[in-house]
Nanobody, 123 residues
Framework: VQLQASGGGLVQVGESLRLSCAAS????????VAWFRQAPGKVREFVAA????????YYADSAKGRFTISRDEADDTVNLQMYGLKLGDTAVYYC?????????????????WGQGTQVTVSS
């Protein structure tokens, strides 16, 4: 599975951004999909994940109440809608997928990774 993350950009504090993860080679419908992020000098951290059916989601504390992960069944994509962006959200955001139906919050839980998309929040 090859993943393609898109939608990053430069926004100001408080603004919104929507990231999208698409796959080629296989459908995302049979994969748990997650978003991670990595800021300069920091380890890659879990942001949010969604199960096969889309009925199960899980968020890092930093994302709760501000970010929403969802599936677009028609496009076979997984999106991360981010609201109220903060300076601390600045990072490269990666989507990851794994055929395991259970959500994992560790990078070890995902077999496939996209190339990342830069999100920069400025004041």
């Amino acid at each position: 599975v090859q993943l393609q993350a898109s939608g990053g950009g430069l926004v100001q504090v408080g603004e919104s951004l929507r990231l999208s993860c698409a796959a080629s080679g296989r459908t995302l419908r049979t994969h748990t999909v997650a978003w991670f992020r990595q800021a300069p000098g920091k380890v890659r951290e879990f942001v949010a994940a969604i199960t096969w059916s889309g009925g199960g989601t899980y968020y890092a504390d930093s994302a709760k109440g501000r970010f929403t992960i969802s599936r677009d069944e028609a496009d076979d994509t997984v999106n991360l809608q981010m609201y109220g962006l903060k300076l601390g959200d600045t990072a490269v955001y990666y989507c990851a997928a794994d055929p395991n139906p259970h959500i994992a919050t560790s990078i070890m839980g995902y077999e496939y990774w996209g190339q990342g998309t830069q999100v920069t929040v400025s004041s």
